[in-house]
């Protein structure tokens, strides 16, 4: 079984910044894509960012600039630097991974809350 483990949500200041970091667990031979997906009240979860293990990188149109994914592959984590953070950005932050096994999977974390707030 795997196992991805969120950390770093919390309380921020509108223009505050804020660090995610999620680790994956288990017994599986690697990691492919992991990524970085959202989810507001009322709203349907929205891609974030995505990294490939060879570290190539995919941004939603609203990061513009603003968040940064990077991994480190020998600790089988994922982070998301978050800055300038705005009102809009308040969500659930959940950590997507495909692992593979025996066949490659796709795993979820279980979501760190961010808010952003005065």
């Known amino acids: 079984q795997v196992q991805l483990v969120e950390s770093g949500g919390g309380l921020v200041q509108p223009g505050g910044s804020l660090r995610l970091s999620c680790v994956a667990s288990?017994?599986?031979?690697?990691?492919?894509?992991m990524g970085w997906y959202r989810q507001a009240p009322g709203k349907q979860r929205e891609l974030v960012a995505t990294?490939?293990?060879?570290?190539?990188?995919n941004y939603a149109g609203f990061v513009k600039g603003r968040f940064t994914i990077s991994r480190d592959n020998a600790k089988n984590t994922v982070y998301l630097q978050m800055n300038s953070l705005k009102p809009e950005d308040t969500a659930v932050y959940y950590c997507?991974?495909?692992?593979?096994?025996?066949?490659?999977?796709?795993?979820w974390g279980q979501g760190t809350q961010v808010t952003v707030s005065s």
């Open positions: 288990g017994r599986f031979f690697s990691i492919n894509t």
């Open positions: 997507n991974a495909y692992v593979l096994i025996t066949t490659m999977k796709g795993y």
């Open positions: 990294i490939t293990s060879g570290r190539t990188t």
